[in-house]
């Protein structure tokens, strides 16, 4: 019987030793995980969140060209500026325009005379595109005015010329009418004027951007 009462009492003893180390293995495990935890918050969804507001929503990148390009990331306008074509002359100026932005050259007309200016000089220099039906083929810069009515008053359209960056801060945005040609005309300072079809890809009216230098 005493034989028996030691084995029965090692027996205890055993168990609870097991329990001891059972429930310290359970206590370590929370405490690692209350660790994990931690760390966790750390790297939270709302440490994210803040890291998101504090980056930048656009990425700079390369204009297409220094020689000649007009630049503005937001509305995703990045495209070559082909000089000195005749906007009176559709057999002309079409081709172009499936290369890029057209500048109108400098012409004499008898109700008006288009100043054909360049960046850095005084003067309007007039650059107009392809806008294209949404959802219609955009390939060859058949849209590259798309976003046009997207650029908003006092934002900057940044023009590339001959190695130098020119900007200009938007000033007039608005549809006119196709005989509104004074937007071709002279300007005493040195503006900005880019111009597309309305509605887009149709030939009905026309949208006009108008910018000032700064």
Same mark, same amino acid.
């Given at each position: 019987?005493?034989? $028996?009462?030691?084995?029965?009492? *090692?027996?205890? =003893? ?16 929370? !405490?690692?995980?209350?660790?994990? =935890? ?8 709302? %440490?994210?969140?803040? *890291? ?14 220094? /020689? @000649? &390009? =007009? ?7 990045? %495209?070559?500026?082909?000089? /000195? ?8 100026? $079409? ?18 005379? #288009? ?10 220099? @007039? ?19 798309? &976003? ?7 934002? =900057? ?13 938007? *000033?007039? &945005? *608005? #549809? ?17 004027? $880019?111009?597309?079809? !309305?509605? $887009?890809?149709? /030939? ?11």
């Amino acid at each position: 019987m005493r034989f $028996l009462f030691k084995s029965h009492s *090692k027996l205890i =003893i055993f168990v609870i030793i097991l329990l001891v180390i059972g429930l310290f293995a359970v206590i370590v495990h929370e !405490w690692l995980n209350q660790d994990t =935890i931690i760390t966790h918050t750390n790297n939270s969804p709302i %440490a994210d969140e803040e *890291k998101e507001m504090n980056t930048p929503t656009t990425t700079p990148i390369e204009p297409i060209n220094r /020689n @000649f &390009s =007009i630049y503005y990331l937001s509305a995703k306008i990045n %495209a070559p500026v082909i000089a /000195n074509v005749d906007g009176s002359k559709p057999n002309e100026y $079409l081709p172009d325009l499936l290369n890029g932005v057209a500048h109108y050259k400098h012409i004499e007309f008898p109700k008006i005379t #288009v100043d054909g200016a360049f960046p850095g000089e005084v003067g309007n220099i @007039f650059l107009y595109g392809h806008s294209q039906i949404p959802g219609a083929d955009m390939s060859g810069y058949k849209g590259v005015f798309n &976003s046009l009515p997207n650029i908003a008053i006092d934002e =900057i359209v940044s023009v590339f010329y001959q190695g130098n960056e020119y900007r200009y801060q938007v *000033k007039e &945005s *608005k #549809v006119i009418e196709k005989n509104q040609i004074e937007y071709l005309g002279h300007t005493e300072k040195e503006t900005l004027t $880019l111009m597309t079809c !309305w509605p $887009l890809g149709l /030939n009905t009216k026309r949208y006009i951007v108008r910018a000032v230098r700064i």
